[in-house]
């Protein structure tokens, strides 16, 4: 592993420690502030969790990622995943059920072509899922005043 990559690996191990362990951390509040831990092996000894990430797929471009985000960092609840499906697994994120299936937002609008403003505007508008989802998009026309 090149240097490069050892300490990006330390810093995911280092901001780990920092939400988990540090009350004064920014985002402590969203980690450890509600219980999310990390393994004590892997908080006391960085050698330990390089050695669990280059065993368990970590390479250049990943993340870790918590499966179940009501977790904490421990080895049956990580994975490393790229940073579309990281995103796509956060508990801000906006879940919706349509057809007996629930995908966030963003997955939704892919499926359909729309984009996410498109999307919450229907919603806010008072359309059902259903209705936001498939209704075809309106063209917009020019009224020959716009000229």
Known sequence: MSRKDNFKLYRVWD???????NPNARNYHNYGGRG???????RNSFPEFEQYCLSNGWEHGLQIDRIDNN????PD????????ENLRNKRTNHMLTFMGE??????????????DSTLWRRLSSGWSVE???????????RRADDG
Do not use: H
């Open 102 to 115: 629930t995908l966030c937002v963003t997955d939704w609008c892919e499926r359909f072509g729309l984009s």
């Open 77 to 84: 609840n990580v994975r490393f995943v790229p940073v579309a």
């Open 71 to 74: 977790k904490g960092y421990f």
């Open 131 to 141: 209705d936001a989802l498939t209704k075809p998009l309106q063209k917009r026309t």
């Open 36 to 42: 999310i831990e990390m393994y004590g092996v892997w």
């Open 15 to 21: 901001g780990m420690v920092q939400r988990c362990c």
